[in-house]
């Protein structure tokens, strides 16, 4: 081979694939699971069988590097001559390297133009940025076999001079690739690769205005999951840690959020990783691209690279461990997801401390813009008529938003299963009316948070009790006549309604419900550091639950197999 074996790597006819070492075998597996369809891999074989089968060329997985070169020297194989290391063909993963790239963002909006420069130029260049949750995995502080020392990898978005510096210096050379752009019109965007956005809107009117470029439109995030896969991949490819938790989520769920992103998970807090844009990305190219099979390859290896240790309750119980577990068998036939969570609608008609500090009872022109082209593409896919099961309203009231009710409602007559997530106080007969006979399942989680009207009216700004406790009649009933699958309520556990867990339990019995889902209150803004330690949660800062609380749950009604604690 040339001294280019490394470029030439894709025009190898024939491609031996050898592992050496420790749990060489899987980085073996892991990297024929992303490269089988990619290059000419004719076989994986071992090193003493590298003399009597005969390759052009062998590409070496393994952890000790000095050890392989010595065995693969004494088997007449010279680097970068017969073979080269694993981690040296990443690059190929990178889809957007090399391409020409402008910065548009409708410039009459500096900031947006600018963080559009400084966020296209970091991810087409391999750049973590500062607020990158999983930074100190993607530089190369690959994951060892010791412990979770990087699974804590939630950032705080404090200003500090090094970041100044460091968003100074993108900027800078951001506009260096800028400036051949300077003074071309949009006509003159035919000679680019991607023209990259920053805010999605603006991704979303750019394609409506100029249809003939629109394939061409991408936006930071994704441009980064193009041109930074390879970091990705590294990081999966030699993490140590094996976990024997049981989740497959991300082979078969697609999460949907705000401005369309997506994620491979039922919580986009648990996998913090989109794979494309709803309203800008092909909806094929979101379900099949590099960076989603990398997060698939995560879960098969066990290392679940990506995943919050902290947050997922998947791994409670779970300790990591460096022996290599059995590889999780799974079916990537699959042309679409087989669950559908949509969440990209904030409106409600509650404005509950636990979420948020004030209503949003409507979107703007933006947000609205966003949101319907997601919904359109997801509605135009098929995908929500093929999946198993499609879940609604995470993030808002599933009937009050348009959106969400155009999933609900529209569409084909027959579906196969729907769980909408509501706060309950909009669920009438009428809306039942709409629904019944659409979906053969159909399941409700109710978040409701109390068991008396007062305390509801202190979690739940907004609510009406009687009017929800007359809803909640109704979905009972229809419970019992088995029209609803079945229901869960919920509970979000706070300083103001902890002492009501034992009626709330009883209430839901009495109502005949399947669930009660009792869950920690988190901090999404809405509270100051101290106020939320003392005042709101019923956790210290590290999580262990207070001598108040620990006393209420004693109850035996606690301990009936209806209830779900999440921090257990």
Known sequence: MTKGLKQNIKNIKSLGLIGIGQNSDKLVNDYYFIFNDRLNITEIITIDKCSSVIFDAYICCTYDKNRAKKEMAKNGLKYNFDYIFAEETFYILDDCNGGKIAYNCYPENLVKWRKAIVYGYAAKHGKVLWNDRYREILKGRYINNKGNKYSKHLVQNKVTLGRCLEYALYLFLGLIDFLPQIGAKKRHYDKYDYICFYEIFDAIKFKKDFPDLSSKV??????????????????????????????????????????????????????????????????????????????????????????????????????????????????????????????NDYVCNLHCPSCRKMIHAKNDDNEELEIVTCIDSLMESGWLDKANNVVVGASGESFLSPSYRKIIFDG???????????????????????????????????????????????????????????????????????????VMVNMIVQKKNYREIPDFIRWAKEMEFDSVYLSHIWNWGTFSADEFENEVSMFDKDGKMKTELAKVLEDPICKDPIVDMRWE
């Open 218 to 343: 991408i936006t930071t995030e994704e441009l980064k999951n193009h041109t930074m896969a390879s970091l990705y991949m590294k990081a999966v490819y030699y993490d140590r840690r094996q976990n024997d938790c049981g989740c497959k989520v991300p082979l078969e769920t697609i999460w949907i959020g705000d401005k369309g992103t997506t994620r491979l998970c039922g919580c986009p807090d648990y996998l913090d990783i989109s794979c494309g844009n709803m309203g800008i990305t092909d909806n094929d190219e979101i379900w099949n691209s590099t960076l989603a099979k990398i997060m698939r390859l995560s879960v098969i290896n066990n290392t679940y690279t990506f995943c919050s240790r902290e947050l997922c309750r998947e791994f409670n119980g779970n300790p990591d461990g460096d022996e290599l577990l059995e590889r999780k068998e799974a079916d990537f036939t699959r042309e679409y997801p087989n669950i559908i969570k949509v969440a």
């Open 412 to 486: 084909v007559a027959h579906r196969n299963s729907i769980d909408i997530m509501t706060n309950g106080t909009l669920f009438t007969p009428q809306i039942w009316e709409k629904m019944e006979g659409k979906y053969k399942h159909v399941t409700f989680s109710v978040s409701i948070d109390a068991a008396t009207k007062e305390t509801y009216e202190k979690v739940r700004c907004g609510g009406n009790w009687d009017k929800l406790m007359e809803n909640m009649a109704f979905l009972s009933q229809l419970r019992k006549e088995n029209k609803v699958e079945s």
